[in-house]
């Protein structure tokens, strides 16, 4: 059961946040419960470019830190239902990209802004909260690397894949893992060949993680093709 029970949401500014105890009044003068929905933020964009996302035409990257490539902002409080989504460059209103999103009540979503700048999207995938087992961490794979193609992601050492053959904007299912206090990452292309590596990476038992190819193989800048993990819970 995905559910946020037992996740500590992070409450926004008026933008986005509200209690969880907040009600609504209906026409009948009984009082139902906002159904509030958890919504991570998470920039894959390869650019130098900052931008900003909007939830129903209100700022919800209103945050002292920049949303910049590869940044990830922790869940917010967003009300369950439809909702519509638009990314623009930072300080600006005009929507580079739109969508309308579903949202369950009380479960927890990751979107990405994927895709080159120039044609930029969302990704929304569901978070599995449920804990592992005893010992064990869970983990996913997003492949968000516009140009790298066909990916897989094996852990160093190991004669397996862990996650095999994801296309662009293809999200694995969750893997229970061991925990480990240095635990290194292989990303390899179509061929098998090792791209780049997550190195030393702590996972911790009983928690819950996103590891994600972003950037661009044919760049050599910040933007270039890299992995990343956060941790969901």
Do not use: H, W
Not at 29 to 40: E, F, K, T, W
């Amino acid at each position: 059961m995905r559910t946020l029970s037992g996740l500590k949401l992070f409450i926004s500014t008026i933008v986005i946040g509200l209690s969880l105890t907040s009600c609504l009044k209906n026409k009948n003068s009984d009082y139902q419960p906002v159904q509030i929905s958890g919504l991570s933020l998470i920039n894959a964009v390869p650019s130098s470019t900052n931008l900003d996302v909007y939830v129903d035409n209100l700022k919800a990257t209103n945050f002292s830190i920049d949303f910049s490539f590869g940044t990830k902002i922790d869940y917010l409080n967003a009300y369950s239902g439809k909702r519509k989504i638009d990314l623009t460059k930072q300080g600006l209103q005009t929507s580079l990209a739109s969508t309308t999103i579903t949202l369950d009540p009380q479960i927890g979503y990751s979107l990405f802004a994927v895709n080159k700048i120039e044609t930029p999207e969302f990704l929304l995938l569901k978070d599995d909260l449920t804990a592992p087992q005893s010992g064990k961490a869970k983990v996913r794979f997003v492949n968000l690397s516009p140009d790298l193609g066909i990916a897989s992601l094996a852990i160093n050492g190991s004669n397996a894949n862990l996650f095999s053959n994801l296309a662009f904007k293809q999200a694995s299912d969750y893997a229970e893992i061991t925990a480990g206090t240095s635990v290194t990452f292989d990303l390899k292309n179509s061929n098998g060949t090792v791209e780049t590596q997550l190195s030393q990476a702590q996972i911790e038992a009983g928690k819950i993680y996103t590891i994600y190819a972003k950037g661009l193989k044919s760049a050599s800048d910040n933007t270039q093709l890299s992995v990343s993990i956060f941790r969901q819970k």
